[in-house]
């Protein structure tokens, strides 16, 4: 390549920004139904589609509890009153749609989605679901079966022993701490502690379903009030203890040997998203490692070339939020890569942040919230999410405004909080023999055991 | 996607009809230009295209065309390391590119205030990447990091695209590594990729498509003062790539030191997806009938009923888009199964499956289930405005027309359960390479 005639006369100017038009606001509706279900419906007409998303609260402190929900979100759409499994989902597909489980620790979700002429079946094949799932039991066995194979998958992969480790080094032995169940506990779980499950918990009241796509909001509330009044009741609320706090300490190592890369991960505590400091601390995020021009990308990615790329995040739970960091790293370059990721943490905390780096997050924040919002799925995800946590359209709605009035100084302030090297714990997963020794040059390791 | 025309299908239930408002310039240069307004919101998607994939690279530079993508990013005629980055994040936009067996993309996402800035970003490097040694060497440590994450490290990481092709192609284009051999990677020199550069990156070469919040004649002014200026160079004649159905079954193993219970993917090759659309369709609404869900064939017969396998799925295109290659592309299925002896039982279930499509047909209202399926996916695909440009560029570049995709509703109601059956019987197990993984992980 040679620019050279260009770059003679001056490189050329990079074009300004015209002036911002602003995003409309959604028309929307809510109620309460009668049976205690928080219904939300935004019209978005984009594509002739309608996306929803019924969440249902489902945190507890049973210690099997992880592994009884996952069984039961893998068995609710195997068969109901009118259906069996394969006719069931042959008549979600006939109504160009699609419908999914899932739990988490936070709650338990029905996900679909549809044309938007055909909300009102899709809602009554989700209600035939919620009142009659029937749980067959040689569906149970089976699926309890094919849970244990997606386990041991799922463990096969570093960064799921990973996650694991660095929860368990978080939280210790909070629901939180054991998202994916151990295989030993699904093992023992039967048919009738599943349906017990789901007679007690998936319950309307303390849900929220929300609907977003094609459609009229105050019609559809109707609709849906229609089509799901035959589900009631409340689920029985369990009392769940908060997120212990933790100290930093040594680097927990997990041995995965042979592994060609070394998975870095870090964690500390956040704030939720309704707290004063929380659009100072989102954007202090972006500047360390949560967009492409962050710092600890540019150093580490392309500047060093240890790693296909760094990513810090917040992520947000029912019982609060928390700051992960992540990374993997050539197994070589193990220490040095930590050795970079430190002093990046240790900068960050210590000297203010620049005028011009919180500009561009800035910018980055609010651009890519309405990005992420601009379809029905990712708004119906979105809101679904925020309502979980309390919040709901009016957060998303008036964020911008809280992300433009943030200060330098109060990102500086932020970063120097959360971000310190003090407040943060680290566990590293990788081929222990090659990288034991570089990492105990630097700072204290200790073993970590595998999951069972 | 502004209006939505409803259109009926066999049995009288109306299946809507994306309409979309498209608009077409060539500039002097040759590159082709499709401007898609919609000014619902204010944001954009741009995107380019170069019709220059994993196919194309030489012999002896493996995961060249992938590399030579990280390059695109490292500077361009006006722009220093990291500046691209930058410009678009910091105006509050997304970017990112991608390889494929048949095109290479850029893109961008961005509040429609940034319109010209993103404009002038892809031109400056249409015209002129910056490519030196450092940048070269960095990006090959991270493109191999790349590897190591989503190959070499993970369970299943390449299976199949990286592990099917080479048993079902016979020619370097279709059967190499695309990911490339890191002897390749690192034999590869600043010299390759101004060849490269200049060979394949002709503006002629490339579809530019702009999607969402845009006036149309403003954008075409602005479209020609960035990108007007680029020399036209020779557009490079694509070879055809094509090779004829199997004649005999093939068979290969893989060995994959992370998974913890054995895999298969079985792969056909199929007719040109452009030149025989209809029979091509024919084959993606099959892929559905297979494996779709838990209504699928396949599904509940390995799944469900017999219990061998833990998940099925088949799909067309390498990546599993159906419109994202020429001739030739393939057909695959693929399955994970915990007792390594299932293996012949698993492949008989699938012959038995397609023999059945193929003597029997369709059940009354399977087709029509998964044609609306088929259509609304197609809509949903189509939702963000960075999607839609995409998807724009792409038909234009592949089909030779972005307006395609606006006919694909009726031309998937056109296809026939006489078509389908005509695609399963295609899939006999002589045209099939399997490659059977054997799970070296812990369990």
Redesign the interface.
């Known amino acids: ?3 050279a005639k ?1 770059r003679a006369a001056g ?2 100017p ?11 606001k959604p028309s929307s509706s809510e109620r309460t139904l009668d049976n205690g279900l928080r219904v939300v419906v935004v019209r978005k ?5 309608v996306e929803v998303r019924l969440r249902v609260p489902f945190l507890s402190a049973k210690p099997k509890h992880s592994a009884r929900a996952t069984l039961l979100s893998d068995t609710v ?1 195997s068969g109901t009153d009118r259906y069996d ?6 008549a ?7 419908l999914s489980a899932s739990v988490d620790a936070d709650r338990f979700l029905l996900a679909g ?3 938007a ?1 055909n909300l009102a079946p899709l809602l009554v094949i989700m209600a035939d679901v919620l009142t009659s799932a029937r749980y067959p039991a040689d569906e149970v066995t ?1 699926e309890r ?2 849970l244990v ?2 386990l ?2 799922a463990r ?3 960064g799921v022993v990973a996650a694991e480790s660095l929860a368990r080094r978080m939280y210790g032995d909070h629901p939180y701490a054991r998202e994916l169940p151990r295989v030993a506990d699904v093992s023992t779980v039967t048919r009738k502690q599943v349906v017990r499950l789901h007679t007690e918990r998936v319950r309307p009241a303390g849900g929220v379903l929300v609907i977003v796509g094609d459609v009229s909001p105050a019609r559809t509330l109707d609709v849906v009030a229609d089509s799901l009044a035959s589900w009631d009741g409340t689920g029985r609320a369990e009392r769940v203890p908060g997120l212990p706090s933790f100290e930093n300490g040594p680097v927990v190592l997990v041995d995965r040997p ?4 070394s998975s870095l991960r870090l964690g500390g505590v956040a704030l939720r998203r309704d707290a004063d400091g929380y659009p100072a601390l989102q954007l202090a995020n972006l500047v360390f490692g949560g ?3 962050s710092r600890w990308n ?1 150093n580490i ?8 790329g760094p990513h810090s995040r917040i992520e947000h739970n029912v019982l609060g939020s928390s700051l992960v960091l992540d990374a ?3 197994t070589e370059v193990t220490a040095p890569a930590l050795l970079e990721t430190a002093y990046e943490l240790a900068k960050i905390s210590a000297l203010p942040v620049t005028d011009g780096e919180v ?2 997050v800035r ?2 924040a ?3 919230l ?2 992420s919002t ?5 708004l119906a995800t979105t809101l679904s999410s925020l309502l979980g946590t309390g919040l709901g359209l009016d957060w998303m709605i008036e964020h911008p405004r809280r992300l433009a009035k943030v200060t330098t100084a109060e990102v500086s302030a932020a970063a120097a909080e959360f971000f310190a090297p003090a407040r943060l714990v680290t566990v590293v997963v990788g081929d222990a023999a090659s990288i034991a020794t570089p990492l105990q040059a630097l700072t204290r390791v200790v073993p970590d055991g595998q999951p069972s | 996607m502004p209006a939505a025309v409803s259109r009926r299908r066999s049995d009288g239930a109306p299946l809507p009809s994306p309409s979309f408002d498209l608009h077409h310039v060539t500039l002097s240069n040759g590159l082709r230009v499709v401007l898609a307004p919609d000014r619902s919101a204010p944001v954009v998607g741009i995107a380019v295209l170069y019709d220059v994939g994993i196919r194309s690279e030489p012999e002896g530079r493996t995961g060249f065309a992938h590399l030579f993508e990280h390059l695109m990013f490292q500077g361009s005629a006006n722009l220093e390391k990291l500046e691209h980055f930058r410009y678009v994040q910091s105006s509050g936009g997304m970017f990112n590119g991608s390889t494929h067996f048949d095109y290479t993309n850029y893109f961008e996402a961005l509040p429609s205030n940034a319109l010209e800035r993103g404009l002038f970003l892809e031109a400056d490097r249409m015209l002129s990447p910056r490519i030196t040694e450092e940048n070269l060497a960095n990006q090959i440590a991270v493109v191999k990091e790349e590897i190591r994450v989503n190959v070499l490290n993970r369970p299943y990481g390449g299976f199949p695209w990286l592990e099917l092709p080479p048993v079902l192609f016979d020619t370097f284009p279709n059967a190499h590594n695309g990911y490339g051999g890191f002897v390749d990677l690192e034999s590869a020199t600043v010299e390759d990729a101004t060849d490269f550069f200049h060979r394949y990156y002709a503006p002629a070469n490339a579809v530019l498509a702009v999607a969402g919040d845009l006036d149309v004649d403003e954008t075409v002014e602005l479209i020609e003062k960035h990108f007007g200026g680029i020399p036209k160079r020779r557009r490079p004649v694509r070879p055809d790539f094509g090779e004829p159905p199997l004649a005999s079954e093939r068979r290969a193993v893989t060995t994959d030191a992370h998974a913890p219970i054995p895999a298969v993917a079985i792969g056909y090759r199929v007719p040109d997806p452009v030149a025989r659309l209809d029979e091509h369709l024919a084959g993606v609404l099959l892929s559905e009938i297979l494996a779709e869900g838990d209504a699928s064939r396949l599904q509940r017969r390995l799944v469900h009923r017999d219990r061998v396998v833990t998940d099925v799925s088949a799909y067309l295109g390498e990546f599993g888009d159906p419109f994202d290659e020429r001739d030739p592309t393939a057909f695959t299925i693929t399955a994970h199964y915990p007792n390594p002896e299932s293996l012949e039982r698993i492949l008989a279930a699938v012959d038995e499956e397609l023999a059945r499509v193929a003597a029997d047909g369709l059940e009354p209202g399977e087709l029509d289930r998964v044609r609306t399926r088929a259509v609304s996916v197609l809509f949903r695909e189509m939702d963000a405005v960075l999607s839609r440009a995409l998807e724009f560029a792409k038909f234009e570049l592949i089909f030779g027309r972005a307006e395609l995709i606006s006919e694909l509703p009726d031309r998937l109601t056109a296809v026939t359960g006489a078509d389908v059956q005509a695609a399963a019987a295609a899939l006999s197990p002589e045209r099939r390479a399997v490659v059977e993984l054997i799970a070296g992980g812990a369990r």
Do not use: C, H, W
């Open positions: 390549m040679s620019p260009s490189p050329k990079v074009p300004p920004l015209t002036s911002p038009r602003r995003p409309r007409r984009d594509v002739p589609l759409l499994r394969g006719d069931l989902a042959a979600v597909q006939a109504l160009g749609g699609d989605n549809a044309l002429t089976r079966a094919r194979e997606r041991t998958i096969s992969r570093a042979g592994s060609v890369q967009y492409f021009s540019e990615r392309e500047d060093k070339g240890y790693t296909y993997d790293v050539a500009e561009s910018q980055y609010i651009g890519t309405a990005l601009a379809t029905q799925a990712g």
